[in-house]
């Protein structure tokens, strides 16, 4: 498939344009240490925005739900989607209220899905989904059954037409400000995992696998 | 203004319908714990979903950006909007590929938003912004100037129509995968805080505020 130039009209950032990246690459990077994506879709007029679950496989988003969900019904015929992925990593505090901001990532793709038919690319598709949140599971669980499957449905949206936002590095006032008698710098944000508990029937001399003990979104 | 009975069609949840809530004080406890929202709105039949920081005064969402920004100029059209409000708490692992989840709160809001006009509610707006990100700063920092408000969009948007979806508590498994093989339980996931860092500008003996010290989304 041709690839589109980046950015389309849709995609370029307008605003703080030295903050925008359309490297497929660095996009990567972004939907890969996130899991948790925003849809976008329209109803009657009505635009719905959707936390879910993805995985990604090369140039494909993989997303799954419910055969019976709205959001899946909807999007499988073909209704233009948007799909967002946003990485926090920062509050910036400065002199002015006005220069306050926000160090972060965050990716958007417009596009469509399909309904994934063919059954092994569906497979790999939940495979994709359930490896990029927690690598290392889906070998270590109770594999799908065909029951499981026919309620299951999985949509694929290409990697298209994308770009992404970046905010990073340190905060910045305006030159006059930097006199103003207050404390100014970064608090970190990071999305990070505690300690695993137990499931309460867990059967006894069952260990926390390492995959679980050193779980981190940081590549 | 006479309320809206929750929920409407449009806000009805679906899927696990047991997950829904519809009270308010519940979606209001979701709200201020986050502060990034997802904001969908309809360009051309397109949807776009665009992550934004967000305050709450009361039953009103205040979001604000440059006048310039697309999304504001199209919000202000009064077009409609779809707020949603993300926060994760964990990922469950069970026996079963299958009934692997999430638990998660989130929060959707149908409706319109408004430009704000009066000044004083503009700069109340965003004081409700900056407080609901970082309580105690507002006072602390330098400002907003006259230029500064006037580059500045304030836009209002009614928590009338609403629904919250939440999965909590511990992860289930099918009667039959309780002797499966492998561990079980939750990955306890939280938006934290690291050391604040002091801007390399700060002048000597300005010492890190309590409210930054301690920043934390739990209420």
């Known amino acids: 498939m041709p690839e589109m130039q980046m950015p389309t009209a849709r995609t370029r950032v307008v605003r703080e344009p030295d903050r925008a990246v359309y490297d497929r690459e660095a996009v990567y990077q972004i939907l890969d240490e996130g899991f948790l994506c925003h849809v976008g879709f329209v109803a009657d007029g009505q635009p719905f925005v959707i936390p879910t679950s ?16 709205r959001m899946l019904r909807q999007m499988r015929e073909g209704v233009p989607v948007c799909i967002t992925v946003t990485l926090l990593d920062g509050l910036l505090l400065v002199r002015s209220v006005f220069n306050h901001s926000m160090n972060y990532r965050s990716v958007v793709i417009l596009g469509k899905a399909a309904l994934v038919e063919d059954p092994k690319e569906k497979l790999a598709g939940l495979r994709a989904l359930s490896e990029h949140i927690l690598p290392g599971r889906w070998d270590q669980a109770r594999q799908p059954s065909e029951r499981e499957l026919k309620v299951t449905s999985v949509l694929r949206v290409p990697i298209e037409e994308f770009s992404a936002k970046v905010r990073t590095g340190p905060p910045v006032d305006d030159a006059d400000d930097y ?18 508990i137990d499931d309460q029937r867990l059967e006894p001399g069952r260990a926390v696998p390492e995959y679980v003990k050193n779980y981190s979104r940081k590549g």
């Open 54 to 69: 993805y995985g990604r496989e090369g140039a494909s988003l993989y997303l799954h739900g419910s055969a019976a969900s």
């Open 179 to 196: 006199s103003f008698p207050t404390w100014a710098g970064v608090i970190p944000l990071e999305m990070k995992a505690g300690a695993p």
